[in-house]
């Protein structure tokens, strides 16, 4: 949970550093938030016969009970622009943000229900995921990563379970 006067600190939960993170698809209900994306090896430029795609992978996100979500810029040529980088973000990773005035603000949005409980918000998590393109932020309460190596069969099968599983 958030305190509000404390100072938000970014830490890092995974270093994306050395990958390239490409066409990010997101799916979203009041449940559940499901995040897929090529995680591409970056080919060694010295030799590049070594590098083929069967060593790309696709990374499924699960984040649980998501109550809060953005999606967009800034990308990784402007991520210095981020409000939250002189805390601790970086380019590309997954970060937590701690203190979150997000989170904050939510509990003050949420004051006025008349069955308000500060407890609700207690174990929710402020993440934001620095992809090459854009910035994914969420309030959640975890998130769950899998990874898959790339084929058109593995991706078929993850669009129907994300399918079956988000609607």
């Known amino acids: 949970m958030s305190y509000k006067g404390s100072e938000e600190v970014v830490k890092t939960v995974e ?11 997101l799916v979203s209900n009041d449940r559940k938030t499901i995040m897929i994306f090529n995680l591409v090896n970056e ?5 590049p016969s070594a590098y083929n795609d069967y060593d790309d992978e696709i990374v499924i996100i699960e984040l649980r009970n998501c109550m809060k979500l953005q999606f967009g810029s800034p990308n990784a040529e402007i991520r210095k622009s981020h409000r939250l980088w002189d805390k601790g973000l970086e380019s590309y990773g997954v970060f937590q943000v701690e203190n979150s005035r ?3 603000e ?3 949005q949420s004051q006025i229900h008349p069955l308000y409980r500060q407890s609700k918000l207690t174990n929710k998590k402020h993440f934001v995921f620095c992809l090459e393109d854009s910035t994914f932020e969420c309030i959640s309460d975890e998130f769950i990563i899998r990874k898959e190596k790339y084929n058109s069969k593995v991706m078929g099968e ?6 079956q599983r988000s609607f």
Do not use: A, C, K, Y
């Not at 270093?15 to 698809?25: A, H, K, V, Y």
């Open 15 to 25: 270093s994306l550093n050395g990958w390239n993170i490409t066409e990010p698809l």
């Open 106 to 108: 939510l509990d003050s």
């Open 43 to 47: 080919p060694d430029w010295n030799h």
């Open 102 to 104: 997000w989170i904050v």
């Open 158 to 163: 993850i669009f129907r379970e994300v399918s």
